[in-house]
């Protein structure tokens, strides 16, 4: 290194030399010795070290830069809490900047959209309903093509074009997703650490009426298989969560083809059909795996590569709004099980789904079937991490906490309702509008 150094100053004497008995101008003095000593171009005008200026001036760049930087990492924080319509925390988080900072043109605006739009929210109190569907069908001449399967079909399940107008009908009247989160509030006792749970009302833009959406059984089931489903959810070329279909003729195609994709688009093209961002609760089972991935099958060729997928279509939907809920691993009516069975059940989500999918303190009872309120089954959910416990009651909301836990009766809009329970569904949309016109007949 000494010896580079050296003949770093020897080459440049010998520029000086040369230049001076040259009548070389000074930037040309300073642009060879730059070449010489290998400097070009890091310092002004070419000069060989940087000067007590050039250092000031570099300083003073960099400050600048940070506060940018900080200033603008504000603004983000502000404007994501504004997302939410939680102006007021956005305005304190403004507040809370430096008299300098708080002149800033861009700050100045930000609160001035802020308290705009305060004027605009307005506190929820009334019934939230949820409403929630099981995989649409996407072909209904292959669903409905007079098999064993096409009255549980017909019954208990919704098609892709009824799902999407009944999205339409209920933006129409107001209604907007919110986060099953947003009903409840922590209060934390300080001494004892002891979180309770009281409820709490959601803030919406004024005229809007808040609901919560969940999916049964993202798992596409093998009985699905050449009966006109989504084959499993995957990622796009852009990241995004879509489905695979493969159509009758056997061409495989991805794209909106079940409750996730379509929901998605949904919320794009009409933003304000989500309130903070929310979108639904996807209910995972996991005696088959999970999102159409076989992850139950550890000796499966594909076991490690599917998991990966599973992990990382996780991670996008709760990026983009969507909650995931534990909807048992075997599917087992909870009410009728033993307790060793609810533990078994319990552990096996848990170690097998829960690890792919991530932990959720939601509970989406299969059948809608619940356990007794209090219960040996209760606690063990509970200590499983479960607050939130959805079962079904198809004509009327109930909500309900008791410090520790939440329940709430969702309401199923499959075909079975719309036909013989339409006058239920009236507030939401106008059930004969809705029925797809290829369904079988009931009776």
């Known amino acids: 290194m000494k010896r580079t150094i050296t003949v770093g100053i020897v080459a440049a004497m010998a520029v000086m030399c040369a230049c001076t008995l040259g009548g070389c101008s000074r930037a040309q003095i300073n642009r060879q010795i730059a070449e010489a ?3 070009t171009g890091m310092y002004e005008n070419d000069e060989p070290v940087e000067t007590p200026k050039m250092k000031s001036q570099r300083e003073l760049r960099e400050r600048e830069k940070k506060k940018e930087e900080k200033l603008l990492a504000t603004l983000a924080q502000a404007d994501e809490h504004a997302e939410r319509l939680d102006y007021g925390k956005a305005m304190e988080i403004l507040n809370s900047i430096s008299e300098e900072e708080a002149r800033d043109e861009r700050v100045v605006q930000a609160k001035v959209k802020y308290q705009q739009k305060r004027a605009d929210v307005e506190v929820y109190t009334g019934e939230v309903p949820h409403i929630f569907f099981h995989s649409l069908i996407v072909d209904t001449e292959q669903a409905f093509d007079g098999d064993n399967m096409e009255e549980g079909y017909n019954y208990w399940m919704t098609t892709t074009e009824e799902f999407w107008k009944i999205l ?52 596409y089931y093998d009985y699905m298989k050449n009966d006109g489903f989504a084959k499993r959810l995957v990622l796009d070329e852009n990241g995004e969560v879509k489905n695979l279909y493969i159509d009758a003729d056997g061409n495989e195609l991805i794209g909106n083809y079940d409750a996730i994709p379509l929901l998605d688009e949904f919320v794009r093209q009409h933003p304000d ?31 490690e590569e599917d998991c990966k997928t599973v992990k990382a279509i996780a991670k996008r939907l709760r990026e983009t709004g969507w909650q995931i809920a534990s909807h048992s691993y075997s599917h087992s009516d909870f009410k009728e099980l033993t307790d060793n069975e609810t533990l078994e059940d319990i552990t096996s989500w848990k170690h097998e789904v829960e690890e792919l999918v991530g932990e959720t303190d939601i509970f989406i009872y299969p059948y809608g079937s619940e356990v007794e309120y209090p219960s040996q089954k209760l606690e063990l959910l509970k200590q499983a991490g479960f607050r939130f416990f959805c079962g079904v009651w198809g004509t009327k909301e109930f909500f309900y906490i008791n410090g520790d836990y939440v329940r709430q009766s969702r309401r199923n809009f499959d075909g079975y309702n719309l036909y013989h329970n339409g006058e239920y569904q009236k507030e939401f949309f106008d059930p004969k509008t809705i029925l797809d016109p290829s369904r079988p007949a009931f009776e």
């Open 273 to 303: 059909f989500s309130i903070g961002g929310a979108k639904g609760i996807v209910g995972e089972t996991g005696y088959e795996g999970a999102f159409g991935y076989r992850t139950n099958e550890k000796d499966s060729k594909t076991y």
């Open 37 to 39: 000593i290998g400097t």
């Open 168 to 219: 339409e009908n209920m933006y129409e009247r107001g209604y907007a997703l919110v986060d099953i989160h947003d009903l409840v509030q922590e209060i934390v006792d300080e001494e004892t650490g002891e979180v309770t749970l009281i409820q709490d009302y959601p803030t919406v833009p004024k005229g809007k009426k808040p609901f919560i959406l969940s999916l049964d059984d993202v798992n």
